[in-house]
């Protein structure tokens, strides 16, 4: 549950200023989320495969590997979401604890 909730932050922070702006759509459906369990232990995996995410998020500054050269600042989306969703993960672990005891 909490693993959807931090994609949809990324993915609503990834949808214009301050953020990236959206140009067609794919870079923003690119997160995703995998939950997997092993016994009681769960481990959410969340990121993109989308090339630019790193970009994005952090800024470049420099020349690619195609030669081209760049100033990009960074957009961030994926840090602020993580921030703003650690109060709501915290209250969704609590009371799946307590559920459990």
């Known amino acids: 549950m909490s693993a959807a ?4 932050s990324i993915r609503q922070r990834a949808s214009g200023r301050p953020g990236p702006r959206v140009i067609t759509g794919r870079y923003r459906a ?5 939950v997997t369990a092993a016994g009681a232990v769960f481990v959410a995996q969340i990121g993109s495969g989308a090339p630019q995410a790193r970009r994005l998020e952090y800024g470049f500054v ?10 990009q600042p960074p957009f ?8 703003a969703s650690g109060p709501v993960v915290a209250r969704i672990l609590g009371a799946a604890v307590e559920r459990a005891l």
Do not use: I, M, N
């Not at 690119?30 to 995998?34: I, N």
């Open 62 to 71: 420099g020349t690619d590997s195609l030669g081209r050269r760049y100033a």
């Open 76 to 83: 961030p989306h994926v840090g602020p979401a993580v921030e």
């Open 30 to 34: 690119s997160w995703q989320s995998e």
């Open 5 to 8: 909730l931090l994609v949809a």
